[in-house]
């Protein structure tokens, strides 16, 4: 693994120039973000925000939801990966928020980890992007850059996860998740990384930069 310094001085560089970076998942309220982040698991954020532009016009309440019902769901989100799946857990999800929570999405960890479909990686995404929690959450991007760049070699998300937690301030932990997740997205993706833009090459010893 760097040393502290060094994965603090990459962070410097992400928050020098994006200080305020922004979930790509549309949403208006925490119920819709909760929908699709579950949605997202192993889909694209563009695929998801295609399909819920149209059901969260008519569906972004648990209790709406419910009355949509899992047929109707199914066809709003037939284009994203694994939608079968998705849709019986986002219909008991939101039954679940209607019996337990008063049909609000709960604001800690133990309560959204309980709710159907929803892991730690989701949890952490809610808890950040909506209740403004110094959480952080490891998806594919995010654990592939973090052994790239050699933050950190654990072999599960929970263990990069922890890696990270041990070494970034609360202000880098909160925007961490959503730098590393853009920077892999957009400048250092999986196939073919464009190190012509990257703003942290300097730091880089992988095997396939390209420069």
């Given at each position: 693994?760097?040393?502290?310094?060094?994965?603090?001085?990459?962070?410097?560089v992400?928050?020098?120039?994006?200080p305020?970076?922004?979930?790509?998942?549309?949403f208006?309220?925490?119920?819709?973000?909760?929908?699709?982040?579950?949605?997202?698991?192993?889909?694209t954020?563009?695929?998801?925000n295609?399909?819920?532009?149209?059901?969260?016009k008519?569906?972004?309440?648990?209790?709406?939801m419910?009355?949509?019902?899992?047929?109707?769901?199914?066809?709003?989100?037939?284009?994203?990966?694994?939608?079968?799946?998705?849709?019986?857990?986002?219909?008991?999800l939101?039954?679940?928020?209607?019996?337990?929570?008063n049909?609000?999405?709960?604001?800690?960890?133990?309560?959204l980890?309980?709710l159907?479909?929803v892991?730690?990686?989701?949890?952490?995404?809610?808890?950040n992007?909506?209740?403004?929690q110094?959480?952080?959450?490891?998806?594919?991007?995010?654990?592939?850059?973090?052994?790239?760049?050699?933050?950190?070699?654990?072999?599960?998300?929970l263990?990069?996860?922890?890696?990270?937690?041990?070494?970034l301030?609360?202000?880098?932990v909160?925007?961490?998740?959503?730098?590393?997740?853009?920077f892999?997205?957009?400048?250092?993706?999986?196939?073919?990384?464009?190190c012509d833009?990257?703003?942290?090459?300097?730091?880089?010893?992988?095997?396939?930069?390209?420069?």
């Amino acid at each position: 693994m760097r040393s502290k310094k060094e994965i603090l001085d990459i962070m410097a560089v992400f928050d020098k120039l994006d200080p305020n970076p922004r979930c790509e998942l549309n949403f208006h309220n925490a119920y819709t973000l909760l929908v699709a982040v579950v949605l997202s698991a192993q889909s694209t954020d563009k695929g998801v925000n295609r399909a819920t532009e149209s059901l969260f016009k008519i569906a972004d309440t648990p209790q709406k939801m419910l009355s949509l019902g899992l047929e109707n769901l199914k066809s709003y989100i037939k284009t994203i990966g694994l939608y079968n799946n998705k849709a019986k857990s986002i219909i008991a999800l939101s039954q679940e928020l209607v019996e337990k929570y008063n049909s609000e999405v709960p604001a800690n960890r133990e309560a959204l980890e309980k709710l159907s479909g929803v892991g730690r990686k989701t949890a952490n995404v809610v808890l950040n992007v909506w209740f403004n929690q110094p959480t952080l959450a490891v998806d594919t991007h995010v654990f592939r850059i973090a052994h790239r760049l050699d933050f950190s070699q654990g072999k599960t998300p929970l263990e990069v996860e922890k890696d990270l937690l041990s070494v970034l301030p609360d202000n880098y932990v909160k925007n961490a998740n959503h730098w590393l997740v853009l920077f892999g997205r957009y400048i250092c993706k999986a196939q073919k990384p464009d190190c012509d833009k990257c703003p942290i090459k300097e730091f880089c010893h992988s095997a396939d930069k390209r420069i």
